[in-house]
């Protein structure tokens, strides 16, 4: 029983056990602060609205690259803004570094579909065939 006093004991008694439920709870807040700031760190994209998708999944971890077109159409290389040449340049580095580089291409949802075609197309001469596009998991389920 909690506090060790059973049955037929005294009151009087030394409580002898350790409530550990204080330091589960500290170390529960603990992690739940820590989860949202690495979320925040981690993240090399920058802020869009994403389209939704039904089939959307979650990539594995590898050497990836966060490729992003806000909604005017501007290309971000880990959430650093660069033309397309400057990426088709950056691109080729990392995959002379690590040949299995993937990519992440997040659109905004009011870009064209042109612009993100381009994008896959660039990333294709350049032999990055696994890519994924990023999108919103849909509320419809």
């Avoid at 920058?46 to 909604?71: K, N």
């Avoid at 064209?112 to 994924?132: G, N, Y």
Wanted: aromatic share 2%; hydrophobic share 45%; proline share 5%.
């Amino acid at each position: 029983m909690a506090g060790g006093i059973g049955p037929g004991h005294e009151g009087d008694e030394i409580i002898t056990d350790i409530n550990v439920t204080p330091l589960v709870d500290i170390v529960l807040v603990l992690l739940i602060i820590l989860m949202v700031t690495a979320t925040a760190i981690v993240s090399k994209t920058i802020q869009m609205e994403l389209p939704r998708a039904e089939t959307g999944e979650s990539t594995p971890q590898q050497q990836t690259l966060a490729v992003s077109i806000d909604h005017r159409g501007q290309l971000f290389l880990d959430a650093h803004p660069v033309s397309e040449a400057v990426l088709r340049e950056r691109v080729r580095e990392v995959r002379a570094r690590h040949p299995d580089v993937r990519a992440i291409i997040a659109a905004d949802g009011r870009i064209t579909h042109d612009r993100v075609v381009r994008v896959i197309d660039l990333l294709r001469r350049e032999r990055v065939t696994k890519f994924a596009i990023n999108v919103r998991p849909s509320d419809l389920r």
